[in-house]
C-alpha cells in the first residue's frame, strides 16, 4: 500500500459525459501529479500541483482540468468524453516536485462506451 | 524532451532463473524509478536510484549516471515477480518519463 487513494476504482460511462476522479495523497506530501495510461500511448503525465498550485503540464487535453484542494486532495475532471479517453488514470503523491520519490495510487479505470 | 529506452521488450523464462532488465536515457537526470506493474495494473515502487547501487531481497539495481543507463537485477525468479517492469526518469521538469516497459514472464 503506497498511502496514495484513488476513488472511484472502475468508471464505465458515455461518450459525451462528464466525470471526476479523486485522489489523496500520502501523509505529508505536497505535491499531486495526474498519469494516464492507454494501449497506445502508454505512461503520460499530465498534470502536476504543489500545495494547491499548478506547476506544471504535460500532454493534458483542453477537455481535461485538474485542481488540489486545501486539504491536499486532488480532483482530475474529464468532460466530453471520447471512446480514446478509456484508460487508466493514476495519480502519484511526493514531498516536493523535483527530485523526489513518487508513490502511485491503485488507479482509477475509465472505460468509455 | 528526455527519451527513455527499455530493454529486451519481452522476456519468458522458468521460474528459478535469474534476470537482468536494462533502462537507457538521453540526457542527465535528477531521478529514476523502478516500478512493477503487477497484472492488476498497479503500480508498485521497486527503487528510487537516481544514482549507484541498491538492494532488496531478490531484487537489486545499479545506475551508471554518467554513461546514462540503468540495470534491474531479479534473482531466483518466482511466479508473482511476472508483471510489466517500467523505468521512470525525471530530467529537470517536474514530470516522470516512462520507459515503455519490459513484460516479463516467468513460468512454473
Known amino acids: 500500500d503506497s498511502g496514495v487513494t484513488q476513488t472511484p476504482k472502475h468508471l464505465i460511462t458515455a461518450t459525451g459525459q462528464r466525470v471526476t476522479l479523486r485522489c489523496s495523497p500520502r501523509s505529508g506530501d505536497l505535491s499531486v501529479y495526474w498519469y494516464q495510461q492507454s494501449l497506445d500511448q502508454g505512461l503520460q503525465f499530465l498534470i502536476q500541483y504543489y500545495n494547491g498550485e499548478e506547476r506544471a503540464k504535460g500532454n493534458i487535453l483542453e477537455r481535461f482540468s485538474a485542481q488540489q484542494f486545501p486539504d491536499l486532495h486532488s480532483e482530475l475532471n474529464l468532460s466530453s468524453l471520447e471512446l480514446g479517453d478509456s484508460a487508466l488514470y493514476f495519480c502519484?503523491?511526493?514531498?516536493?516536485?523535483?527530485?523526489?520519490?513518487?508513490?502511485f495510487g491503485p488507479g482509477t479505470r475509465l472505460t468509455v462506451t | 524532451g528526455i527519451q527513455v529506452e527499455q530493454s529486451p521488450p519481452d522476456l519468458i523464462l522458468q521460474e528459478g532463473a535469474n534476470s537482468t532488465l536494462r533502462c537507457n536515457f538521453s540526457d542527465s537526470v535528477n531521478n529514476l524509478q523502478w516500478f512493477h506493474q503487477n497484472p492488476w495494473g498497479q503500480l508498485i515502487n521497486l527503487f528510487y536510484i537516481p544514482s549507484g547501487t541498491k538492494q532488496n531481497g531478490r531484487l537489486s539495481a545499479t545506475t551508471v549516471a554518467t554513461e546514462r543507463y540503468s540495470l534491474l537485477y531479479i534473482s531466483s525468479s518466482q511466479t508473482t515477480d511476472s508483471g510489466v517492469y517500467f523505468c521512470a526518469v525525471m530530467s529537470g521538469a517536474q514530470k516522470l518519463v516512462f520507459g515503455q516497459g519490459t513484460r516479463l514472464t516467468i513460468n512454473p
Open positions: 502519484a503523491s511526493s514531498v516536493d516536485g523535483v527530485a523526489y520519490e513518487q508513490y
